[in-house]
């Protein structure tokens, strides 16, 4: 945990929040909001996007197609925040909810791209403590670039 701040927390906490709130969600009702902490710092935020075919985009594709669109490539910490339309989930109740499967693969796409796992952010007690989990423990033994010979190399930006 020594290596981020307890603000860095909320602030990325927060910019879940509020993104979620820009959901759009007419068919599932679960509104999701996902912040990304970059390696250089920055956050990059982003939330779901449903469509009538139901081939919508997850939160965390938004954040790492905002991250990736600014020229950054190197997620390390990762929140996710979900609830129903009309919850408000908040600071000290953010309901962190865990990456699906297929926002897993994307996410160590980025993390076999910069060769360090992702941190999520998840599990609150009570407010201000927070638990650390690595996307490899969420994804273990995972396919990647190595699996098919693709040296990601000179795509790091
Ligand atoms: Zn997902």
């Known amino acids: 945990m020594e290596k981020y701040h307890a603000a860095q927390f909320d602030e990325l906490i927060r910019a879940a929040l509020q993104v979620r709130l820009q959901a759009y969600a ?8 996902a912040a990304i902490l970059t390696e250089r710092l ?6 779901n996007v449903e469509a009538a075919d139901y081939d919508g985009t997850h939160a965390e594709e938004s954040a790492l197609a905002a991250m990736v669109a600014a020229g950054e490539r190197a997620p390390r910490l990762l929140v996710v925040v979900g609830a129903l339309e009309g919850a408000l ?3 000290d109740a953010p309901n962190f909810t865990g ?6 693969q994307k996410l160590m796409e980025f993390s076999s791209l910069c060769g360090y796992d992702l941190d999520i952010l998840e599990g609150i007690r009570e407010p201000g403590v927070y638990k650390l989990r ?3 423990e969420l994804l273990p033994a995972s396919f990647g670039p190595a699996n098919i010979g693709v040296d990601l190399k000179k795509y790091r930006g």
């Open 26 to 33: 007419p068919y599932s009702r679960y509104q999701v909001g």
């Open 42 to 47: 920055k956050i990059y935020s982003g939330c």
């Open 89 to 91: 989930p908040s600071l």
């Open 99 to 104: 990456p699906c499967g297929k926002c897993r």
């Open 134 to 136: 690595q996307l490899s």
